[in-house]
């Protein structure tokens, strides 16, 4: 059974920097897409970073440039580091796996507040 558990979140200040980690537990055969979501209070939830096997793929126009998407095997860790963080980054931060091919093999881990505040 595939199980993802996030971490990292909590308060940051406007401008400040936090990494986001995603631990994956249990196996994944096949090509995935590593993702991070992000759902702010009120709004749907929206995707922010994607990783495949050759790299970041895809980055919302609201955080590109700020925000990095990155992996470890070894690990089987998914982070998100995000830099120069500003107040609508407030958000639950969520980690997903899907097969790139068979979306059906959709995996997601529970959330990680982050909160931008002074």
């Known amino acids: 059974q595939v199980q993802l558990v996030e971490s990292g979140g909590g308060l940051v200040q406007p401008g400040g920097s936090a990494r986001l980690s995603c631990k994956i537990f249990?196996?994944?055969?096949?090509?995935?897409?590593k993702q991070w979501y992000r759902q702010a209070p009120g709004k749907q939830r929206e995707l922010v970073a994607t990783l495949a096997g050759v790299g970041p793929v895809y980055y919302a126009d609201s955080v590109k440039g700020r925000f990095t998407i990155s992996g470890d095997d070894n690990e089987r860790t998914v982070y998100l580091q995000m830099n120069s963080l500003q107040l609508e980054d407030t958000a639950v931060y969520y980690c997903n796996a899907r097969h790139s091919i068979y979306h059906a093999l959709d995996y997601w881990g529970n959330g990680t507040q982050v909160t931008v505040s002074l």
């Open positions: 249990g196996d994944l055969y096949g090509s995935y897409f």
